[in-house]
């Protein structure tokens, strides 16, 4: 089934004086309807890139990029416009309208589209009561709190009515309480109006709080993709195996230095527990059952597609046989169990 959004084979070079630089190459996407879709990477990995592109604020090299079936590349400039208002975008630093109170700049767009003052009013004032902020109205944009802000460019971008919204690394410059309620609220957003989210992140958190499918982006290209709890269990990649490990959020399962340095050369998993296996005490059995200890080097839970799943990371004792029967018992038991020694640096 086509999506809203179809990418395929997008390419995008950016030329310089000096040289050429590709920072997309063979990108193909498929974004269904209704979905809170998340695109992950690290720095420079070409995630921004990827996301103007979907509206065409950026012009791909190469491939195309279809909303609804239509191809935004065969499009007039004037029906490039209309398909855009159907596309908002809320930012990383808000784009607020500082000289313009929180009521006058969610009605500017509305007014510049043609909208009657009084009716882009009242319009207006729906929206700072769906996202919480109507008693803010009249206050201007140095008086916010970056959450408030954000609110307030949130209420702006729904203000035309959008099919997609497209939300470029939206919580990274807020704290990590505040970003819970703009999730919160982006969540609530999609279940009550349908509206389709793209969000484009570089924290494994913000994917794993959120979003149902995810693509990863790595030196410009998708490495990998799926439903998010898939690639959390089972990531297949060294990009997305280190996202998930190694995450600058404070809820990611992060390693310590002098953990590295006992892992290294050890046989060590992660496992996953679903929700059958979190009830029952499947590693006090293990020890029990084969006379063996291990060592947990680092256990945590977490939010994935709205469960709370557990993780840890476990140091098997040694030989290779022994080493197999007690993955082979975790399996059987309907955890996921991934080698990690081959990618903790």
Request: charged content about 25%; hydrophobic content about 40%.
């Amino acid at each position: 089934m086509a999506g809203i959004i179809e990418v395929q084979n997008l390419t995008k070079i950016f030329s310089t004086k000096d040289a050429e630089v590709e920072a997309l190459q063979g990108i193909n996407l498929s974004i269904q309807a209704g979905e809170i879709y998340g695109i992950i990477g690290m720095s420079g990995a070409g995630k921004s890139t990827l996301v103007r592109c979907l509206n065409f604020l950026e012009r791909p090299t190469e491939g195309t990029v279809k909303i609804e079936d239509k191809d935004l590349g065969a499009m007039t400039e004037k029906e490039l416009r209309k398909q855009r208002s159907e596309i908002a975008m809320i930012f990383q630093h808000f784009n607020l309208l500082m000289q313009k109170n929180v009521l006058d700049n969610i009605c500017f767009p509305l007014v510049i589209a043609g909208m009657d003052k009084k009716e882009a009013r009242k319009r207006a004032e729906g929206l700072l009561d769906i996202v919480g902020m109507k008693e803010k109205a009249k206050a201007y944009p140095s008086q916010l709190s970056g959450g408030q802000k954000q609110r307030v460019a949130i209420a702006r971008a729904l203000a035309g009515n959008p099919k997609i919204l497209l939300c470029d690394e939206a919580t990274s410059a807020l704290d990590p309480q505040t970003t819970q309620a703009i999730l919160a609220l982006l969540k609530d957003i999609n279940k009550q109006y349908g509206i389709t989210i793209v969000i484009i992140t570089h924290e494994m958190a913000v994917v794993r709080e959120v979003c149902s499918h995810v693509a990863i982006i790595s030196g410009g290209h998708l490495v990998e993709q799926g439903r998010v709890f898939d690639i959390f269990s089972h990531p297949q990649t060294k990009a997305a195996k280190e996202l998930i490990l190694k995450g600058d959020n404070e809820t990611e399962l992060n390693l310590e230095d002098h953990q590295r340095d006992l892992m290294r050369g050890k046989s060590c998993i992660r496992i996953v527990f679903s929700v059958n296996s979190s009830f029952e005490p499947v590693i006090a059995n293990m020890v029990l059952k084969f006379g063996q200890p291990v060592n947990i080097m680092k256990a945590d839970t977490m939010n994935v597609e709205g469960i709370a799943r557990g993780e840890m990371i476990l140091q098997l004792p040694e030989g290779e046989e022994l080493q197999e029967q007690l993955k082979e018992y975790l399996r059987e038991r309907g955890l996921a169990v991934e080698e990690v020694d081959g990618y903790v640096e």
